[in-house]
């Protein structure tokens, strides 16, 4: 299961169980959503660590880079193009295990909230 944090795009179906993995306490890694407010109010995924909006991208990326540089770190959205973006950004600034979640929440066939 681990192999899978090692690389740079996950599928859903590879999320949803890394998450079942975390919840036993074989892996660990942070979720990211960067959807907006108002899109994550109606529903996402169950196990987000931090809901972090690229509309505010400007103000918490460098404290973000600075606390989670070492730690691995999958970000999601709606269908993969922003956190694919945001893993772009933070990977050339040398995090060095950043995943984008493909096919975001419109994939997910996992539980939600």
């Excluded at 400007?58 to 880079?65: M, R």
């Excluded at 060095?96 to 996992?110: K, P, Q």
Aim: some cysteine; aromatic content about 8%; proline content about 1%.
């Amino acid at each position: 299961m681990s192999e899978i944090l090692n690389k740079s795009h996950i599928s859903s179906s590879e999320l949803k169980s890394l998450l079942q993995e975390r919840d036993a306490g074989n892996v660990d890694f942070i979720l990211v959503d960067v959807r907006e407010q108002m899109e994550y109010d109606t529903g996402h995924i169950k196990g987000v660590d931090m809901l972090n909006p690229t509309s505010t991208f400007q103000s918490w990326a460098q404290s973000f880079l600075d606390e989670n540089r070492d730690k691995t770190v999958i970000f999601t959205c709606r269908t993969g193009s922003r956190s694919g973006q945001v893993q772009n950004v933070f990977k050339s600034n040398g995090m060095g295990n950043v995943i984008n979640h493909s096919g975001g929440i419109m994939s997910y066939a996992g539980e939600t909230e």
